[in-house]
């Protein structure tokens, strides 16, 4: 008995001192939509880059941050946003809940022209694209397609995949995308014909990848990143294509809650996570263009991708589009 208590005893005064040691550094919390992949990759840059500093990161949907910092205002326990839409960053800064870049040393001009904002950073940018699965389309004898006029054809029925622009983030860009491109009556036109090609519009932005991979349709309207990740894996029966349109986007930025611009660490932090870790992600998993003049490359992802022009978003025009979808 004089054992156990005593290893009881020992393993307390561990938790106690483990303890008071995170207690007494300086604690930075951070709110994230980022996948675990990159999460823990940031983690470990951030313990490696600040030993003295407790950097919390915490994972939430994109949706449950914005009405997370929204309710609790600058009470929030939050100090930086790391990868949420641009949307709901332009829904947070309207409330007055997002510190101004210039309170920080970063030069935002490094990065894209169509990502600049004066209240944070480009994080990553998630572009789409139409993904083939080539060994469906030549067991049935069928054409690729070359454009979104070609996927109206009778022989693509019941073999086409699409995100639903209600549920998923991916499946917007592509309606908004032809909004711009189209005109608003012609893609909403467009898209009644679509339908009745449409095997299933799926819950998220990975469902068209994911039926394609199990052969269950021949197009896919997709993830540009995911398909790579497959293709990598070993997905030889995958193929990216473009149309003239140019691939449809959304934007994830960083930023820091108002009112913790005055902390020293959070800043710092925060200049860290948008400049250096921001950069190294870019270059090992979303290789597409953020940072000017910068065009990383990774094993078979496509390069000079033409984007889409998708100007002009924001979560008011969001909604009035989403409640005009009807499928």
Same mark, same amino acid.
């Given at each position: 008995m004089k054992k156990i208590s005593l290893?009881?005893?020992?393993?307390?005064? %561990?938790?106690?001192?483990?303890?008071?040691?995170?207690?007494?550094?300086? #604690?930075?919390? @951070?709110?994230?939509?980022?996948?675990?992949?990159r999460i823990e990759y940031v983690e470990n840059k951030m313990e490696e880059r600040f030993p003295d500093y407790n950097v919390v990161i915490e994972y939430m949907s994109t949706s449950n941050i914005a009405a997370k910092i929204k309710? #609790?205002?600058?009470?929030?326990?939050?100090? @930086?946003?790391?990868?949420?839409?641009?949307?709901? +960053?332009?829904?947070?800064n309207a409330d007055g809940l997002v510190a101004p870049l210039s309170a920080t040393a970063i030069d935002?001009?490094?990065?894209? #022209?169509?990502?600049?904002?004066?209240n944070w950073t480009v994080d990553i940018r998630n572009g789409g694209a139409i993904i083939?699965?080539?060994?469906v389309l030549e067991e049935r004898g069928l054409a690729e397609p070359e454009t979104y006029e070609d996927l109206l054809k009778p022989e693509y029925k019941g073999l086409?995949?699409? $995100?639903?622009p209600k549920s998923s983030g991916t499946g917007y860009?592509?309606?908004?995308?032809?909004?711009?491109?189209?005109?608003?009556?012609?893609? %909403?036109?467009?898209f009644d014909k679509l339908s009745e090609n449409v095997l299933q519009y799926t819950a998220s932005g990975s469902g068209p990848v994911n039926a394609l991979m199990q052969n269950e349709v021949a197009i896919?309207?997709?993830?540009t990143?995911?398909?790579?990740?497959?293709?990598?894996? *070993?997905?030889?029966?995958?193929? @990216?294509? %473009?149309?003239?349109?140019?691939? $449809?986007?959304? +934007?994830? *930025?960083?930023? @820091?809650?108002?009112?913790? #611009?005055?902390r020293n660490e959070v800043v710092e932090v925060f200049e860290y996570l948008a400049t250096t870790c921001v950069s190294e992600i870019n270059e090992l998993y979303f290789p597409e263009n953020i940072i000017k003049d910068k065009y990383p490359v990774v094993e078979n992802f496509p390069t000079n991708i033409k984007y889409s022009d998708m100007s002009g978003d924001n979560m008011a025009e969001k909604q009035r589009l989403l409640d005009k979808w009807k499928y």
């Amino acid at each position: 008995m004089k054992k156990i208590s005593l290893i009881i005893a020992v393993v307390m005064v %561990f938790v106690s001192v483990f303890t008071a040691c995170n207690e007494s550094k300086t #604690e930075i919390i @951070i709110y994230t939509s980022s996948e675990d992949f990159r999460i823990e990759y940031v983690e470990n840059k951030m313990e490696e880059r600040f030993p003295d500093y407790n950097v919390v990161i915490e994972y939430m949907s994109t949706s449950n941050i914005a009405a997370k910092i929204k309710t #609790e205002g600058k009470n929030t326990a939050c100090d @930086i946003i790391w990868s949420l839409e641009y949307g709901y +960053l332009d829904q947070l800064n309207a409330d007055g809940l997002v510190a101004p870049l210039s309170a920080t040393a970063i030069d935002n001009s490094i990065y894209s #022209e169509d990502t600049l904002n004066d209240n944070w950073t480009v994080d990553i940018r998630n572009g789409g694209a139409i993904i083939l699965n080539t060994k469906v389309l030549e067991e049935r004898g069928l054409a690729e397609p070359e454009t979104y006029e070609d996927l109206l054809k009778p022989e693509y029925k019941g073999l086409i995949s699409m $995100p639903s622009p209600k549920s998923s983030g991916t499946g917007y860009t592509f309606l908004y995308a032809l909004v711009k491109s189209m005109g608003e009556d012609a893609a %909403f036109d467009y898209f009644d014909k679509l339908s009745e090609n449409v095997l299933q519009y799926t819950a998220s932005g990975s469902g068209p990848v994911n039926a394609l991979m199990q052969n269950e349709v021949a197009i896919g309207l997709g993830i540009t990143a995911q398909a790579v990740t497959k293709i990598n894996e *070993g997905a030889d029966n995958l193929k @990216i294509k %473009f149309f003239e349109e140019g691939s $449809p986007y959304a +934007l994830y *930025g960083n930023a @820091i809650v108002s009112g913790r #611009e005055t902390r020293n660490e959070v800043v710092e932090v925060f200049e860290y996570l948008a400049t250096t870790c921001v950069s190294e992600i870019n270059e090992l998993y979303f290789p597409e263009n953020i940072i000017k003049d910068k065009y990383p490359v990774v094993e078979n992802f496509p390069t000079n991708i033409k984007y889409s022009d998708m100007s002009g978003d924001n979560m008011a025009e969001k909604q009035r589009l989403l409640d005009k979808w009807k499928y």
